[in-house]
């Protein structure tokens, strides 16, 4: 029964992961082309995954808490050698590609962050140079500082 229940959880857990691999990789895609509407649903998307990997988690925390009688204290590695050799090679399998692509998933992400931050700085140096007299500042057309941000602006083509 434990067996099954975790079983689940885990694969439950890998196809979250799997499908915020597949969301970051249309993040990317939308920061390269540009497309800030569809970045923004991304994003959305990418929350309501962070929801049910939260629910998730706990359902496993209880799951295994019942197992130790401990919160907090358990292993998973403890568990599965308790486990018959077949459904300890299944677990384990599933245990570590959830964890493999969840590294992956964070790497990537970090990648994608780095990417951005990196843009944004270069964005920033263009206008303090470019725009010496504004101390690196951007106004709205009503004379309000804005911060640098993602948002698309338009720039007059003649100086």
């Known amino acids: 029964m434990m067996f099954?229940?975790?079983?689940?959880?885990?694969?439950?857990?890998?196809?979250?992961?799997?499908?915020?691999?597949?969301?970051?990789?249309?993040?990317?895609?939308?920061?390269?082309?540009?497309?800030?509407?569809?970045?923004?649903?991304?994003?959305?998307?990418?929350?309501?995954?962070?929801?049910?990997?939260?629910?998730?988690?706990?359902?496993r925390e209880r799951l295994f808490a019942g197992i130790s009688g401990k919160t907090g204290d358990f292993s998973f590695y403890a568990f599965a050698a308790q486990l018959p050799e077949k459904q300890r090679i299944e677990l384990t399998e599933i245990y570590r590609s959830l964890k493999l692509e969840t590294l992956r998933v964070q790497v990537s992400g970090e990648a994608l962050m780095n990417y951005i931050t990196e843009v944004r700085?270069?964005?920033?140096?263009?206008?303090?140079?470019?725009?010496?007299?504004?101390?690196?500042?951007?106004?709205?057309?009503?004379?309000?500082?804005?911060?640098?941000?993602?948002?698309?602006?338009?720039?007059?083509r003649t100086f």
């Open 4 to 59: 099954e229940q975790c079983r689940e959880i885990l694969l439950r857990e890998s196809e979250l992961v799997h499908r915020i691999a597949g969301l970051q990789d249309c993040i990317r895609e939308a920061v390269m082309g540009r497309n800030w509407a569809d970045f923004e649903d991304h994003f959305t998307a990418l929350g309501r995954i962070k929801t049910e990997i939260a629910a998730l988690e706990g359902e």
């Open 121 to 156: 700085v270069v964005i920033a140096g263009f206008f303090e140079i470019a725009f010496p007299d504004r101390g690196g500042k951007i106004y709205t057309p009503h004379g309000v500082s804005v911060s640098h941000d993602m948002r698309s602006m338009v720039l007059n």
